[in-house]
């Protein structure tokens, strides 16, 4: 079972690290274009994108792991008893909303660069 869970994260991770990488090739061209025409504003740019992509990275790296440890207990605790199923789906739901916030946060960062 740690197994799976440590496969669960791992993939979510690459998936977050591949969109994060995106958004930073994204601050590289706009980097570029800005010191060509000898704007600093475009490090700033730069910076600020690669903040996103940091912020959304982590964020999916701390939800997989949440994800992997609440939602086989989840699983488990409504396999005994199903009258727990409202309260373990909070748990599974939660892990969720730390990436949610992660985007946020990353979608807040975008709109001021």
Sequence with gaps: ?????????VIAAMVILMASMSMFA???ESTA????????????KGMGLLAAAIVTS???IGGGIAIAAGAPAAIAANAENPKTFGKSIIFVALG??????????????????
């Design 1 to 9: 079972m740690k197994n799976i869970k440590k496969v669960i994260c």
């Design 26 to 28: 994204f601050a590289e």
């Design 33 to 44: 274009a800005a010191a060509a025409s000898g704007d600093n504003a475009g490090f700033a």
């Design 58 to 60: 982590l964020a999916g």
């Design 96 to 113: 969720e909303s730390i990436i949610l916030f992660g985007f946020v946060v990353s979608i807040l960062i975008l709109q001021k660069v």
